[in-house]
């Protein structure tokens, strides 16, 4: 079964600062990886998505995020947070046998002005 | 484009009552739909999906159900709420993929707060 984790549940950063959320799955085949993001008040939306190809890939507002397939990760980076980018940031795996995803447990950011 | 409409948007319901959450996709036919339940510090965790009219998948079992009479209207259920059931539930949809499975991005709703009293 997949499963993925997210190993930091909170995360508060200063304006400017740079961010990266790990992410880290656990599935046997071929995967399919997204990174969600939760606005307060708003409901998820997708920020970017891996299938195959450039390991790196980016997404909108200046994320971007890496597939390292040795280490089962996919961790999302942003080289400078603004406050706008307070939100829940959640990371979601899917197989080929299907589109079901399995969603970490979301990474809560707060970015102070 | 298509949008996703979920309602209420809020709900308070006594224990032992039944439950009616709708879920409808515009714009798109033939989507994949999905119902889930979000806990805080837990993601999201999948609850039912269907690939079409009439096909329901439960991937964990619980006091719901759901349906979907119609291509795209979902359905989520209960006949009996419990006090565990309190939570907040998200529809989303997603297309058919073509070729490899499992690559169409889902698309959520504004979910619906559930409290069980």
């Known amino acids: 079964a997949q499963s993925v984790s997210q190993h930091n549940h909170h995360v508060i950063l200063s304006e400017a600062a740079s961010l990266e959320l790990g992410c880290n799955y656990s599935y046997g085949g071929t995967v399919n990886l997204f990174w969600y993001v939760q606005y307060p008040g708003q409901h998820l939306q997708l920020l970017l998505k891996?299938?195959?190809?450039?390991?790196l890939v980016k997404g909108i507002k200046g994320f971007e995020a890496e597939f390292i397939k040795s280490k089962f990760s996919f961790n999302l980076r942003k080289p400078s947070v603004q406050w706008s980018d307070t939100a829940e940031y959640f990371c979601a795996v899917s197989g080929n046998a299907g589109n079901m995803l399995t969603f970490g447990g979301g990474t809560r950011l707060m970015v102070k002005p | 484009s298509q949008t996703i409409h979920q309602w209420p948007a809020t709900l308070v319901q006594p224990v032992g009552s039944p439950l009616s959450l709708e879920c409808t996709v515009e714009g798109t036919s033939n989507p994949n739909l999905y119902w889930y339940r979000q806990a805080a510090g837990r993601g999201l965790q999948l609850l039912f999906y269907?690939?079409?009219?009439?096909?329901i998948s439960s991937e964990v079992p619980q006091n719901l159900s759901a349906s979907r009479p119609q291509d795209r209207q979902f359905i989520l259920s209960s006949k009996k709420l419990l006090l565990s059931d309190s939570g907040f539930y998200l529809c989303a949809w997603s297309a058919q993929g073509r070729g490899r499975l499992g690559n169409q991005p889902q698309h959520f709703g504004d979910g619906t707060r559930l409290s069980i009293l």
């Open positions: 891996y299938f195959s190809g450039d390991p």
């Open positions: 269907s690939v079409g009219i009439g096909q």
